[in-house]
């Protein structure tokens, strides 16, 4: 068997995990005009990074989806928290976000479900200092301004920083921005400190000497996760069947392919090669379905948010995945 045989049957095997762990009720053996006519579009929100920008910028999805009637549109968010509620709005009706965004959702209601994850990738997020700061260690945070983006996966990278740090979250002061204004604070020297995520994180190194102080290495796992809106996984899970198995090929692709990633990535983020190419280089293709071991661990996100009040009830995450009814009947 040669390696790229195996890699097609090992996408094969993952994919149909993927669809039955996820999809739940799988219209099998649906003809291609009846899918048309069921849903002529897909809507996905994607970040500036991942492996859905690389899909994007390949526009391999629309050539498959056109083959059944189906138009996709992409809508671009700054960060994970507002991906999810245009997907509880019903403004787009898949799409990629990190470990804390569906937490935040679920606890304030959403009706999601996960879908599928890529692997850890915890060098893809840090707590950076700019490049003169007399900052040199997580201790140092006491009682010092820290920028991110509220509810996104930093913000838990951030409470695990502190608490290895013996420093409590009560005792720095938080200063909740998006990403571009974030860097504008990070930049004049407003803020001490900037938890922050790939490629904006490759962005502050290159071109603003910002220095790591901690990265998510020891300390988180940071999971991209898929996420659908549930009626629309349960509705049309065909459709999302081939933007997974699109998804999978991509990650196939990207992980041999590090300079064609790079060069795509420049041309979909308007950032520089090196830049993206630092970003791509922190990556961990291969989407999986969402595993017991996975929840788990976004359990124990959850608690921590909830421990703390920063969400307004606890969850139990595995309500946001389909009934096991379901995945019964899909896997049959």
Avoid: C
Avoid at 128 to 152: E, F, H
Avoid at 228 to 253: C, F, G, N
Wanted: hydrophobic share 45%; proline share 5%; net charge positive.
């Amino acid at each position: 068997m040669t390696h790229r045989h195996a890699q097609r049957l090992s996408r094969r095997t993952t994919l149909g995990l993927l669809f039955a762990a996820a999809a739940g009720v799988m219209a099998a053996g649906m003809p291609a005009a009846a899918l048309a006519q069921t849903k002529a579009e897909v809507r996905i929100g994607y970040q500036k990074y991942g492996t859905l920008t690389l899909l994007k910028g390949r526009g391999t999805l629309e050539k498959r989806l056109a083959e059944q009637g189906v138009g996709v549109k992409w809508t671009e968010f700054p960060a994970g928290p507002v991906l999810l509620e245009g997907l509880n709005v019903g403004s787009i009706d898949f799409g990629t976000v990190g470990e804390a965004p569906p937490i935040f959702a679920q606890a304030a209601g959403a009706n999601l479900v996960y879908v599928g994850n890529e692997p850890a990738s915890p060098a893809s997020e840090a707590i950076v200092v700019p490049k003169g700061s007399g900052l040199r260690t997580l201790a140092d945070l006491k009682g010092k301004k820290i920028a991110l983006n509220k509810g996104s996966n930093v913000h838990y990278l951030l409470l695990k920083a502190l608490e290895k740090a013996g420093v409590a979250y009560a005792d720095i002061q938080p200063v909740f921005l998006p990403p571009a204004d974030a860097r504008a604070a990070f930049e004049r020297g407003s803020v001490d400190a900037w938890a922050i995520w790939d490629p904006f994180l490759a962005a502050a190194e290159k071109q603003l000497g910002a220095r790591v102080l901690a990265d998510g290495k020891g300390l988180v796992a940071n999971y991209q996760f898929y996420l659908a809106s549930r009626t629309y996984a349960e509705k049309h899970p065909e459709i999302l069947r081939i933007v997974l198995d699109e998804v999978a090929k991509v990650d196939d692709w990207g992980r041999n392919n590090p300079d064609e990633v790079a060069t795509i990535l420049a041309a979909q983020t308007g950032l520089s090669k090196d830049v993206v190419a630092l970003a791509a280089s922190r990556y961990a293709y291969g989407v999986k379905p969402v595993s017991v071991d996975v929840i788990a661990s976004q359990q124990r996100v959850a608690d921590a948010f909830s421990s703390l009040k920063l969400i307004p009830k606890p969850i139990i995450v595995k309500d946001a995945l389909l009934p096991a009814r379901q995945l019964a009947t899909s896997a049959k």
